[in-house]
């Protein structure tokens, strides 16, 4: 569900996605107010409950009751992360919009930093646990090489890109398509809009309740899904250019090969069928057709996917605004 709103109505909107968190909401809540009421600027929460199985949802719908700014959105079963973010992009109505995750790690009261450095004409600004608390072998080691990784491809250099506490411009939320675990690569999936990128140093505090969702699997689903941002930023609307350049690669080295072999045989009579290298160079001019194949689909899935309407990665359950009132959906 697309928000088709053009311009943004507030000043602020915060997006949460919070999966079994149910231990930690009203705390989150009640933290968020706090910062938020004495900024002086109007502001929503935007609450994506996640398909959560512990009662979250319940007590995202309590809190809704009373507060006129909170706004829950559930889903109907666990998608993810990303589409949480995505949920909350495409609602959010704030001139700026910032991510903070529901586990109370990171502190509603950095906001007012990351909007201070936001008025210093940055579009996305993003948070750094300078002094993270989390496990050094489980979560800090496998982060560490996963930044210097992204930065390295992305050539947008953050010290930090799992923080979930970031401040986008509404330009940026609302022109970037998220799927896959794609959250975290917002600031480079935006590079391509020019937008000015800054971090700044965050508190980090321990998780005192409930139960951490994050692992070191999940880096290799990271680094699979840099790849795809690799792909995007350099070649979405052009795919024949890279796997143009790889299939001449390939067939170029298969015909230098059959080449070779040709003038063996003919030139200087001698036997090619058992030779290794007439397998290899069948193959790479085989491969190298694949990869020309495979750019002209490309090309035209591209042209495709630009001529027809987005479909949303997730399915809402329903939305509770203030004085829990519903819109129902599906």
């Not at 201070?116 to 993270?132: F, P, Q, T």
């Not at 982060?143 to 923080?163: E, K, P, Q």
């Not at 509404?170 to 896959?180: A, C, E």
């Amino acid at each position: 569900m697309a928000n088709s709103q053009s311009t943004p109505a507030l000043d602020l909107s915060v997006v949460i996605p919070i999966y079994n968190e149910v231990e930690n909401v009203a705390e989150l809540h009640a933290r968020l107010h706090a910062v938020l009421d004495n900024l002086g600027r109007s502001f929503e929460i935007i609450a994506v409950d996640d398909g959560s199985t512990d009662g979250t949802g319940d007590a995202l719908k309590s809190l809704a009751a009373g507060d006129p700014h909170l706004k829950v959105v559930r889903f109907r079963r666990n998608f993810g992360q990303t589409a949480g973010f995505a949920a909350g992009f495409d609602l959010a109505r704030g001139r700026t919009v910032i991510t903070i995750d529901a586990d109370l790690q990171n502190d509603p009261a950095d906001i007012p930093l990351l909007l201070d450095k936001m008025a210093e004409g940055y579009d996305v600004v993003s948070g750094w646990r300078l002094h993270r608390q989390d496990p050094f072998i489980s979560r800090r080691l496998p982060s560490m090489i996963a930044n210097r990784l992204i930065s390295w491809v992305t050539g947008v250099f953050l010290h930090d890109y799992g923080c979930s506490l970031k401040a986008y411009d509404w330009n940026v939320v609302k022109n970037v398509r998220l799927y896959g675990e794609l959250h975290r690569f917002v600031p480079a999936l935006a590079s391509w809009m020019g937008v000015r990128v800054a971090e700044i140093p965050v508190q980090h505090y321990p998780r005192q309740r409930g139960k951490s969702k994050y692992g070191i699997s999940r880096t290799i689903r990271v680094i699979l899904d840099l790849l795809t941002v690799r792909f995007l930023l350099s070649y979405s609307a052009r795919p024949m250019q890279l796997f143009g350049l790889l299939g001449l690669g390939a067939f170029g080295g298969g015909f230098v090969i059959a080449a070779y072999l040709t003038v063996i045989k003919l030139a200087f009579k001698q036997s090619i069928g058992n030779r290794p290298l007439l397998l290899l160079g069948i193959l790479l001019i085989m491969v190298g057709i694949q990869l020309l194949t495979m750019g002209l689909l490309g090309e035209l899935v591209v042209r495709t996917y630009h001529e027809t309407q987005d479909k949303p990665i997730y399915v809402i359950r329903e939305i509770i605004e203030g004085e829990n009132q519903a819109h129902k959906e599906g």
